[in-house]
């Protein structure tokens, strides 16, 4: 294979390990979003455990828990891995190729085939970086993908226990929020109950907003009450909507002087 081959393989190889690095970066969105769903719903269960469950569940649910956090640090950590800590070589700024390509034509220009030595130093120069880049970028990315790799194979791992442990959570009543609640209805407002002379009425009246609850009924010690406001108001028309905004695009000033006299008057 002729130098100028090489060139040109060594050049696909070294665009091809860049274009390679932008595939792998693009594939820690997947996993980073589902490793924060898992840290998330591990948080989730951690602030609401009921240590006033079956001692049965509540070890069972701690032991589960321990390993799915286990194994999500051990993904976590393969997926800092692969997202951090590599350094990726590349060619020369243009600027500084041309740069070096006019000092080579400088350098070979008294010489009798200094055009020829400065075209074999260049070709040289691109060969030996595409060649030493290409080298180094592929060890990269194929270390950045090992780790991206393993920190997946680890989302499956956690899957199964942490699954299970959600399971416990809800159904083992580890839950704290599915304990059962006694609801205390308490009265903020001030009653004034009067005792009419009608056997059958008791009038309670709302000390703050004034308004009189008539009990219509007694049967068997219970009481049906409903409510009635002492002053019954008509509601009072709506007020005016606000004025149409009038905007025309070919006003003049003579126009708007008048519409401003006409307005006045």
């Known amino acids: 294979m002729e130098k100028d081959e090489l060139l040109k393989f ?20 997947l996993p980073l979003a589902i490793y924060i769903s898992f840290l998330s719903l591990l948080g989730f269960m951690v602030r609401n455990i ?15 828990f321990i390993i799915s956090s286990v194994l999500l640090i051990f993904g976590i950590v393969y997926f800092i ?17 041309e740069a070096y390509r006019k000092e080579l034509n400088s ?9 020829e030595l400065s075209n074999t130093c260049f070709e040289d120069y691109l060969y030996r970086y595409f060649h030493e880049c290409s080298s180094q970028n592929s060890e990269v990315n194929d270390k950045r993908s090992e780790n991206l790799h393993k920190a997946n194979s680890f989302i499956i791992f956690v899957v199964v226990p942490l699954l299970i442990t959600f399971l416990i959570f809800n159904f083992g009543h580890v839950d704290k929020n599915m304990m059962e609640k006694i609801e205390i209805v308490e009265i903020n407002k001030p009653l ?12 309670i009246i709302d000390g703050d907003a004034q308004k ?51 307005g006045k008057e």
Do not use: W
Request: contains cysteine; proline residues 10%.
């Open 10 to 29: 060594h050049e696909k190889l070294y665009f091809h390990e860049i274009e390679y690095r932008d595939k792998i970066t693009a594939r820690f969105q």
């Open 50 to 64: 009921n240590f006033t469950c079956r001692s049965g569940y509540l070890i069972l649910f701690i032991i589960l």
């Open 81 to 97: 891995k692969a997202f951090y800590g590599h350094t990726y070589e590349f060619i020369p700024t243009a600027n500084k190729t």
């Open 107 to 115: 350098t070979y220009e008294g010489y009798e085939n200094g055009a």
């Open 192 to 203: 004034e109950i009067k005792f009419p002379k009608g056997p059958l009425g008791i009038e």
């Open 212 to 262: 009189m609850i008539s009990n219509i009924n007694s049967l068997k010690g219970g009481l049906t009450i409903m409510a009635e406001d002492t002053k019954k108001k008509e509601p009072p028309p709506p007020p005016p909507p606000p004025p149409k905004r009038l905007i025309r695009e070919d006003v003049q000033i003579g126009d708007k002087q008048k519409r401003d006299k006409k």
